[in-house]
């Protein structure tokens, strides 16, 4: 079965794979004619794009308090981030859009390793740190402390500070500049409705951003930070979670340029499960909390309705919300958004490939696209959380390449079992 990421309904056929691109996609009447490669029968599996991660954060290192983030030397920083990249991959992610590293090189050498095919991982867009201002989310210093340089976001202050980071950032090689533009869930001095960045410095990032053709990512929870974003030309837009209507509207205005992606799960997790991790919450903690992913969930119903591009990408890489899980976004988008599982799969393969900026090569199985595709035991439109399992991933190819083959005998276990 073939379940394109398209959108369509999926049918039986046969899929012709050569070097890193699919070369024949052709329906089961027209069965393809024998050839000289390899042949895999899959007796009724379903093939389907490899996932995207839309909100990666490869560095972040499943603790706690992003403290941890901060004081790790970057030599096992790196050898962690790595790590997680071939979690992601073992876990059916062939790319992954990066929403901020915690030291300013970490993506941009993950991702080289990647590509070299030194390291196995998801085709990544490298991020850099968050950049925010003096006092915004992840300024960790204390005024009676030497910081030195242990600080997973970088604090600027005014559009000249903004400019050199995005500039330094650009010369160290990310794709993609990540602003903190408002406050947070996480953050009670300075919650998610404020707006901490100031006109001049959003649009200085964006300034850079053109100039170096790269993309600009924002965290953007209050409802000025995302005005403030799209006016600049800000490219993807995480959380939105206090957006009003001027808010909404903006966004379907621009929602042929624009990505939003709420990173349900970092906020779900925290309220339902964080307490089975040791970490219980205060009643003032879990009602902050409850109330943000409320806002959340209603906003991207109606920025769904809208026909806003609404992607999965869930903040993974906390104690609580550990990298691997990452296909639970899809079911709480189904769950949570209303979405069908098919809509919730595009947003994962076909949106995926777009927010990559790589809409007519990635996130589809269709002629002429990059081979990054899943064999799936099951079908994943009659229940999404099968996508969490790995057993049922039963091929993972990435450019062409097996990074998990299939059994040589596929075919015949499967008739066999069925
Ligand atoms: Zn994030």
Known sequence: MILDGSGAKPYRGDVRVNDERIVDVVPAERRLPPSEGDVIDCAGATLMPGLIEPHAHLSFVDQATPHAFSSLPVEEHLLLSLKHARLYLDQGFTAAFSAAATKPRLDVVVRNAIRSGDYPGPRLLAASVQLTVTGGVGDLRQLHLDPGEAMYTLPCDG????????????????DVLKIVASGDTSTPAIPSARTVMADDEVAAVAEVAR????????????????????????????????????????????????????????????????????????????????????????????????????????????????????????????????????????????????????????????????????????????????????????????????????????????????
């Open 211 to 418: 100039q170096h053709e790269r993309r600009v990512a924002a965290h953007a929870r209050s409802a000025e930070s995302i005005k403030m974003c799209l006016r600049h030309g800000v490219d993807v837009i995480y959380h939105a979670t206090c957006a009003d209507e001027e808010a909404k509207d903006m966004l379907e205005e621009h929602r042929d340029r624009v990505f939003v992606a709420p990173a349900l799960s970092v906020t779900w997790t925290r309220l339902h499960e964080a307490e089975s991790f040791g970490l219980p919450s205060s009643n003032a903690i879990k009602a902050r909390v409850a109330r943000d992913l409320e806002l959340t969930v209603e906003c991207m119903k109606d920025l769904h309705r809208r026909g806003v591009r609404v992607l999965p990408g869930g903040d993974y890489g906390f104690l609580w919300n550990p990298h691997g899980s990452n296909a639970r976004d899809l079911a709480y988008f189904v769950d949570l958004l209303g979405f069908t599982p098919m809509e919730a799969i595009v947003g994962a393969t076909r949106l995926g490939g777009e927010i990559m900026g790589m809409p007519d090569s990635l996130g589809r199985v269709r002629n002429g696209y990059l081979a990054d595709l899943l064999l799936v035991d099951g079908d994943p439109l009659a229940d999404v959380r099968i996508l969490q399992n790995r057993r049922r991933l039963l091929a993972i190819m990435q450019n062409g390449v097996f990074h998990k083959a299939p059994p040589p005998d596929l075919g015949q276990r499967r008739r066999a079992a069925a």
């Open 159 to 174: 559009p000249a500070e903004f400019r050199r980071a995005a500039r330094e950032a650009c010369r160290e090689g990310v």
